[in-house]
């Protein structure tokens, strides 16, 4: 992998840390580690050390409008550069068009839509400044399509996003930035063993069900995730920009 340093958002626990250490794994020389978990964001970046590359980890809540350029800014002091960003960190707290309210509203979008705004902006920049190439993935959802009534505000959010990363994609593709986004499907994340059993109370045998439902007998796991994140990231996927893949056990628009 030819990107130097590697930020990762929402990397102290599942999809993002798994990112941060196949990113390490396959040769950055240093991760960016970001959470609000002091201890979880410790863990994980001795994890992205053991991996074999430098780690950093920087507290931070993404819903502050200030979270993007102090991250932005601790990788710049601590490593001097930013090659790729994996947008991975997301609230997919449930809220439908008719019960949301703003606050809910306003949470989702200053972490699932501000925040990678702006640390793609704070990198393109940084890019441009350098005159370097450079590599962005967006964690998406399969509910950007429309989703669940459920998750009227996570799908918009989620939706939003992928229209910036098309757009930036279009915008920078001279620069050689290229941005690509993953339409996930359920992946068995803490965060969602914690929704799914305790937050809409379907206990500890929800997955056993959820896994007999799909195709695959299994939900997605973390690792599934990084690897086709590591694939966009890195130059194997060159010089593919603007792609939004659906990663799902199930075909959207498919009949039976």
Same mark, same amino acid.
């Given at each position: 992998?030819?990107?130097?340093?590697?930020? +990762?958002?929402?990397?102290?626990?599942?999809?993002?840390?798994?990112?941060?250490?196949?990113?390490?794994?396959?040769?950055?020389?240093?991760? $960016? +580690?970001?959470?609000?978990?002091?201890?979880?964001?410790?863990?994980?970046?001795?994890?992205?050390?053991?991996?074999?590359?430098?780690?950093?980890?920087?507290?931070?809540?993404?819903? %502050?409008?200030?979270?993007? %350029?102090?991250?932005? %800014?601790?990788?710049?002091?601590?490593?001097?550069? $930013?090659?790729?960003?994996?947008?991975?960190?997301?609230?997919? *707290?449930?809220?439908?068009?008719?019960?949301? %309210?703003?606050?809910?509203? *306003?949470?989702?979008?200053? @972490?699932?839509?501000?925040?990678?705004?702006?640390?793609?902006?704070?990198? $393109?920049?940084?890019?441009?400044?350098?005159?370097?190439?450079?590599?962005?993935?967006?964690?998406?959802? @399969?509910?950007?399509?429309?989703?669940?009534?459920?998750?009227? +505000?996570?799908?918009?959010?989620?939706?939003?996003?992928?229209?910036?990363?098309?757009?930036?994609?279009?915008?920078?593709?001279?620069?050689?930035?290229?941005?690509?986004?993953?339409?996930?499907?359920?992946?068995?994340?803490?965060?969602?063993?914690?929704?799914?059993? @305790?937050?809409?109370?379907?206990?500890?045998?929800?997955?056993?069900?959820?896994?007999?439902?799909?195709?695959?007998?299994?939900?997605?796991?973390?690792?599934?995730?990084?690897?086709?994140?590591?694939?966009?990231?890195?130059?194997?996927?060159?010089?593919?920009?603007?792609?939004?893949?659906?990663?799902?056990?199930? @075909?959207?628009?498919?009949?039976?």
């Amino acid at each position: 992998m030819k990107w130097r340093v590697v930020v +990762v958002t929402g990397s102290t626990q599942g999809i993002g840390s798994a990112i941060a250490r196949a990113a390490a794994s396959a040769g950055a020389q240093a991760v $960016v +580690v970001t959470g609000r978990d002091a201890a979880k964001g410790a863990a994980a970046a001795a994890e992205v050390e053991r991996c074999g590359g430098a780690s950093l980890f920087v507290a931070a809540d993404l819903e %502050d409008p200030d979270a993007p %350029d102090e991250i932005f %800014d601790a990788a710049l002091i601590r490593f001097g550069q $930013v090659d790729a960003l994996a947008n991975s960190a997301a609230l997919t *707290d449930r809220g439908s068009l008719a019960e949301a %309210d703003r606050r809910l509203w *306003d949470r989702l979008f200053a @972490v699932n839509a501000r925040a990678p705004f702006f640390l793609m902006q704070r990198l $393109v920049n940084h890019l441009r400044g350098r005159g370097a190439p450079g590599s962005i993935v967006n964690i998406l959802s @399969v509910h950007a399509h429309g989703g669940a009534p459920s998750l009227a +505000v996570y799908a918009s959010t989620k939706a939003a996003l992928a229209g910036l990363t098309k757009n930036t994609a279009h915008a920078h593709r001279f620069d050689r930035i290229r941005v690509n986004g993953i339409n996930l499907g359920w992946v068995d994340t803490p965060a969602e063993r914690h929704m799914q059993a @305790v937050t809409l109370g379907k206990g500890e045998g929800w997955r056993d069900a959820a896994a007999a439902a799909m195709p695959f007998r299994r939900l997605m796991t973390p690792d599934d995730v990084a690897r086709l994140s590591l694939f966009l990231m890195s130059e194997d996927s060159e010089p593919m920009s603007g792609a939004l893949i659906d990663y799902a056990q199930f @075909v959207f628009g498919g009949l039976d």
